[in-house]
């Protein structure tokens, strides 16, 4: 019956493939707009293109190579993760040691008073002395579950996908770590630009300051023009705090993604001269991205999980067949306790249990089970649609964002000219001040929003790689294990010692 028989519940088949040809409702332009700056150049969509497992390393950024590889290698979070890893596995193990018969050896020795009541009487009327007795037994008890519907097997089923899925989710981790370290590094670009600039301006206002207040001595300008100006720049001033704290809490991210203490930030610090735009920007074909996406696998195989269990809850509702064996020795005497056939005795036996009432809680449990692949189910194809929503989103994000870094060029190359014609009628005496007040904040404005568009576009392609998969499947290796010795804190590789 073993041999033949085969496991209740659903054998699993994938999901289907999404039917989708591209990601946008209409086909997208084959590359972006550019600008006449940093970073300005164009990006061009590759389709089916595939990822390499390193793409950060297309920022030609030695730094930020650096401080991927710490973060891959001491980030607690994905070290946790690959750990999960070896629960799930030895899980499995585990439950697989079931599929063999269970022996259990004992060996009891006891001392025993006969009570004088029931002590035998001999032919004489006189009670057999003494009533105490020794007793020693040794015996081995084998039991052995047939597995006639399967619910073990679906067990294991079970549990190899959950093991399956905690792999993916090692993916997941990593691939939003890496992620997270290129984001946070251009960030931190961002705001170093953002605060030269600020820097900048202020030079700027304060130039422009000294001069109006020369100008306020010397009769040709009036105290409401030199008190604008005071305030112009104190406004421009109160900009760089924030800056300087969000500077500060980006550090400390960097710091803590790498699995380090603020106190010990990375040495590499990041501007944007030291970061380049991908120009060739990878398009994996929509059919490719349920099996690009670590985190559509993972709910793959928690579908495959939910559907073996149905299968379990269905054996739990058909009989249990169990055989069992007990072989031993039992002697008064230690001495000589293994001898046959005057101290040995076994029993063969088997069992066969069937519930039949039980409040229908088996049943319940199989609809529960029915409504857990239903709700895995739904959880999957959420999944997918925000994989494909994480795609159309970034390649929207690239498109626009390049668009806006040209506007901002535009703004800050107009503005500038304004502002310098501005100067230079204020020096000569022959400029409203309102005007030049304008003009210093139209040119303010463009310098911050030109820095931010170019950090925009440089987050756009970690974005996209991220949303296509991050490549995993092209990485040399899996990332590696390290174990933690939380009495020193040291981290070493997994199996040397601390």
């Known amino acids: 019956m073993l041999v033949s028989s085969c496991a209740v519940g659903p054998n699993f088949a994938a999901p289907a493939v999404p039917e989708a040809s591209r990601y946008t409702k209409e086909p997208l332009a084959p590359s972006t707009s550019s600008a006449p700056v940093k970073d300005g150049q164009p990006q061009h969509f590759v389709n089916g293109r595939d990822i ?4 950060w390393t297309l920022y030609h950024s030695p730094g930020l190579n650096a401080v991927v590889r710490r973060a891959i290698e001491g980030n607690p979070n994905l070290q946790s993760a690959i750990s999960a890893v070896r629960v799930a596995k030895e899980m499995v193990y585990a439950e697989q040691g079931k599929f063999f018969p269970t022996a259990q050896t004992s060996f009891t020795p006891t001392r025993n008073l006969t009570a004088a009541s ?5 032919a004489n009327g006189v009670l057999f002395t003494p009533n105490y007795f020794d007793l020693y037994t040794a015996q081995v008890a084998v039991s052995y579950s047939l597995d006639i519907w399967g619910g073990e097997r679906r067990t294991v089923e079970s ?5 399956d899925s905690q792999r993916f989710l090692v993916e997941v981790a990593y691939i939003t770590l890496t992620s997270n370290v290129v984001v946070a590094a251009i960030q931190e670009a961002s705001l170093r630009g953002q605060i030269d600039a600020t820097n900048q301006l202020i030079a700027i206002n304060s130039k422009m300051l000294e001069l109006l207040r020369r100008q306020f001595m010397e009769g040709y300008a009036n105290r409401n023009d030199v008190a604008l100006q005071e ?21 400390n991210l960097l710091a803590a993604l790498t699995g380090r203490l603020p106190a010990d930030e990375p040495a590499e610090t990041f501007n944007l001269a030291s970061l380049t735009l991908p120009t060739e920007l990878p398009v994996s074909l929509p059919s490719q991205l349920v099996e690009q996406r670590p985190d559509v696998r993972t709910a ?16 739990n509702m058909l009989p249990n067949i169990t055989l069992n064996a007990t072989g031993g020795y039992q002697s008064e ?3 000589g306790l293994i001898a046959a056939p005057f101290n040995s005795f076994w029993t063969l036996g088997g069992t066969a249990a069937h519930t039949t009432l039980d409040g229908f809680s088996l049943l319940h449990q199989r609809r529960a089970a029915d409504a857990l692949y239903d709700q895995a189910a739904w959880n999957y194809r959420t999944t997918v649609v925000t994989a494909f929503q994480n795609v159309a989103d970034a390649l929207r994000a690239i498109q626009n964002d390049a668009d806006a870094l040209k506007a901002a060029s535009e703004f800050e190359r107009a503005s500038k000219t304004s502002l310098d014609l501005a100067q230079q009628q204020m020096a000569s005496g022959n400029a409203n001040f309102l005007y030049l007040l304008q003009a210093q904040i139209n040119y303010e404005n463009a310098i911050i929003a030109r820095v931010q568009a170019q ?9 996209l790689y991220f949303a296509l998969g991050g490549g995993w499947w092209n990485r040399e290796g899996p990332p590696p294990e390290m174990k933690l010795d939380v009495v020193t804190a040291q981290i070493v590789p997994y199996g040397a010692r601390p």
Do not use: C, F, Y
């Not at 549990?159 to 093991?163: F, I, N, P, S």
């Not at 793959?300 to 054996?315: P, R």
């Not at 950090?455 to 974005?463: E, K, P, Q, V």
């Open 159 to 163: 549990l190899m996908a959950q093991e």
């Open 300 to 315: 793959t195989e928690l579908l495959h999980s939910a559907s073996a269990q149905i299968g379990v809850a269905t054996a």
């Open 118 to 122: 029931l002590a035998p009487v001999n």
């Open 455 to 463: 950090a925009a576009r440089l987050s756009d392609a970690a974005t």
């Open 231 to 251: 305030a112009q720049l104190a406004q421009t001033r109160t900009t760089l705090p924030p800056l300087r704290k969000a500077l500060a809490q980006q550090r």
């Open 52 to 55: 390499a497992g390193d793409w």
């Open 333 to 335: 005497a230690l001495l």
